[in-house]
């Protein structure tokens, strides 16, 4: 149990176009999620809180007009990069909580 | 600042032999304390966790220690086999909201 898919797993896209990342839970419900990023050899750094219904709470630093989450029900999750450069070429990683953090595979951003 | 850190960006160990994964803590009022196992271009896997109340937990081949004095866990795994070959993050968190604090990683390249 305790299953969680991203979608696309890889996306490549021309500067200043929008890119939206899905991230399901297939098996169960959580209120609270999580989104990720990570650089190559770098940790995991939290990008937003979200609870289902609320607005999602964004981590010093992190842009909520450029990052669009919206935490649609208690099973889908989505963050849309508008206007995306090639800084914000990355891994995108989404998380649920439910006794833990049950990560998505992630998906690789490639901004040209 | 970094409130947990991993300061072995990578190590490796022979097949069959024990595996050591260090990690160290500043905030004494983390209460619970987690290991994630990530290849790449996946998410991480939760594979371990402690409570503070703990000194070890053990599971399996894995065994989680915590010197809550020195501010200090490791992972210890043995024997270890290839398939333990993978980027181990150690997290840390301290609220009901379940942030987590990561480390930087450690790279475990066990070798045949």
Not at chain 1, 66 to 78: D, E, G, P, Q, R
Not at chain 2, 18 to 32: A, E, G, P, Q, V
Request: proline share 4%; charged share 20%.
């Amino acid at each position: 149990g305790a299953v969680v898919s991203q979608h696309p797993s890889r996306v490549i896209c021309k500067s200043g176009t929008s890119v939206k990342i899905e991230c399901r839970s297939l098996d169960f419900q959580a209120t609270t999620m999580f989104w990720y990023r990570q650089f190559p050899k770098k940790s995991l750094m939290l990008m937003a809180t979200s609870n289902e219904g609320s607005k999602a709470t964004y981590e010093q630093g992190v842009e909520k007009d450029k990052f669009l989450i919206n935490h649609a029900s208690l099973t889908l999750s989505t963050l849309t990069v508008t206007s995306a450069h090639p800084e914000d070429s990355s891994f995108y990683i989404c998380s649920f909580l439910r006794d833990t953090q049950y990560f998505g595979p992630g998906t690789r951003l490639t901004v040209l | 600042d970094q409130q947990v850190k991993q300061n072995s960006p990578s190590l490796s160990v022979q097949e069959g032999r024990i595996s050591i994964l260090n990690c160290d803590y500043t905030n004494s009022m983390f209460d619970y304390f987690l290991w994630y196992k990530k290849y790449p271009a996946e998410g991480p896997t939760f594979l371990i966790s402690i409570s503070s109340i703990k000194d070890k937990n053990e599971d399996g081949r894995f065994t989680v220690f915590l010197n809550k004095s020195a501010k200090h866990l490791s992972l210890h795994i043995v024997p270890s086999q290839p398939g333990d070959s993978a980027v181990y993050f150690c997290a840390a968190t301290m609220d009901s909201n379940y942030q987590l604090i990561w480390g930087a990683g450690t790279k475990l390249i066990i070798k045949p």
